[in-house]
């Protein structure tokens, strides 16, 4: 074996052999360190996981410490895209979920990471695009951002110390995923995605249009308790897994609902 073969081998990497490039989208909401990013990027090429995005990264991108941190995991870091907001982040993904390392008080199905990447799993057989959403290093996902998730995914940790470090949650979730499918070789048959299935695109804009509506009707009263209203519906509608047809249907009824209390108060 000639010397640079066997550094390459001794690094853990293999050149020639064929990257494991699939499964959920990775989304970092805000993360502050090149440094944390470039962990994030090896636990994810360590894992078979390949696409990540960043919302409004502190520091900016690209970044000289995210790649050295990534420890040559360059297709995952070439390859990365920023966005400005999480819901543009996540608009073309069909399901989410959302990280935390403690329950919250919402109206979401909380699942343990195996339980997660299993639904993962089948969803991404079925051809559906799905993600996994990270928060900040010192505090997470706000309740917004969670809202805006199908689900929960949780991880057993010590009660008393809790706090897990960014690269530490993506590689948690990355193993499973690997290990899931190293439990289940069989490979994947991709068909056509489901055109019913609603993206989150879909869902923000059914969110928009609600909110819109309530908020000329008067709905959020009184308006201290508005920001936890609006929260509820979200993860109401959220929740019910709906599809494209159903989402047409609801924002005909608003539209028509928004046409007759302007027709009543002689706006038309």
Not at 29 to 57: D, H, K, S, T, Y
Request: charged content about 25%; proline content about 4%; glycine content about 6%.
């Amino acid at each position: 074996m000639r010397h640079n073969e066997f550094v390459r081998t001794m690094a853990g990497t293999d050149n020639r052999k064929e990257l494991i490039t699939e499964g959920p989208v990775i989304v970092l909401c805000e993360p502050q360190l090149g440094e944390n990013i470039g962990m994030v990027a090896r636990a994810m090429a360590n894992f078979g996981l390949a696409e990540l995005r960043l919302v409004n990264p502190r520091d900016g991108w690209p970044s000289d410490k995210a790649r050295s941190a990534a420890s040559n995991a360059d297709h995952v870091i070439d390859a990365t895209k920023v966005y400005g907001r999480v819901e543009d982040a996540i608009a073309d993904l069909h399901f989410t979920y959302a990280t935390t390392a403690r329950h919250r008080d919402m109206l979401k199905t909380v699942r343990s990471p195996r339980e997660a990447i299993s639904t993962l799993m089948t969803k991404f057989k079925a051809g559906e695009k799905t993600g996994l959403l990270f928060g900040r290093e010192r505090w997470g996902l706000n309740n917004e951002e969670i809202a805006l998730s199908d689900e929960i995914v949780t991880f057993p940790v010590n009660p008393a110390f809790a706090s897990l470090n960014i690269a530490q949650a993506v590689l948690l979730m990355s193993y499973e995923w690997m290990n899931a499918s190293m439990v289940e070789p069989e490979k994947a048959v991709f068909g056509a995605i489901d055109s019913e299935i609603a993206s989150k695109q879909e869902l923000i804009g059914l969110f928009d249009h609600l909110e819109s509506a309530l908020e000329d009707a008067r709905y959020f009263h009184p308006p201290s308790k508005k920001e936890r209203m609006r929260l509820n519906l979200r993860n109401t509608f959220t929740h019910a897994n709906l599809r494209s047809p159903e989402i047409h249907a609801l924002r005909g009824a608003i539209a028509a609902l928004e046409r007759r209390w302007k027709k009543k108060r002689g706006e038309w």
